[in-house]
C-alpha cells in the first residue's frame, strides 16, 4: 500500500495550492479518503473526508475553503486550498480506510502559509 501526497509549498495568506494524493496497492474506489493535517506544536486533525460514494465533510475552519475531490479511475484524492491563512500551515497527511482495515497514511507534504 502507498499514498504519495505531493503538491505542498510556500504561498502567500490569500492564495491558493492544490494537493494531490496516489495510491496504490488496495482498491482505492472501496475506500473512504480523508486529509488531515498537523501544524507546529499542534496534534494531528481532520481536514476533509470523501467517502466512497462521493459524500464530503469538512472541519469547520476550512469549510467554504478547502474542497476534496476524487478520481477512481487515476486511484488519486486531491484537496483545493483557497484563501489560505497562517493557520493553515501544516504538514498534509492523506489517509485511507474502509471499515476494518487500514488505516493507511502518506507521507505528508508541507505547507507554509506567509502572512
Known amino acids: 500500500v502507498q499514498l504519495q501526497a505531493s503538491g505542498g509549498g510556500l504561498v502567500q495568506a490569500g492564495g491558493s495550492l492544490r494537493l494531490s494524493c496516489a495510491a496504490s496497492?488496495?482498491?482505492?474506489?472501496?475506500?473512504?479518503m480523508g486529509w488531515y493535517r498537523q501544524g507546529p506544536g499542534k496534534q494531528r486533525e481532520l481536514v476533509a473526508l470523501?467517502?466512497?460514494?462521493?459524500?464530503?465533510s469538512y472541519a469547520g475552519s476550512v469549510k467554504g475553503r478547502f474542497t476534496i475531490a476524487r478520481d477512481n479511475t487515476r486511484n488519486t484524492v486531491t484537496l483545493r486550498m483557497n484563501s489560505l491563512q497562517p493557520e493553515d500551515t501544516a504538514v498534509y497527511y492523506c489517509?485511507?480506510?474502509?471499515?476494518?482495515?487500514?488505516?493507511?497514511w502518506g507521507q505528508g507534504t508541507l505547507v507554509t502559509v506567509s502572512s
Open positions: 489517509k485511507a480506510d474502509q471499515g476494518q482495515t487500514g488505516p493507511y
Open positions: 496497492g488496495f482498491s482505492f474506489s472501496l475506500y473512504r
Open positions: 470523501i467517502t466512497s460514494g462521493y459524500g464530503t
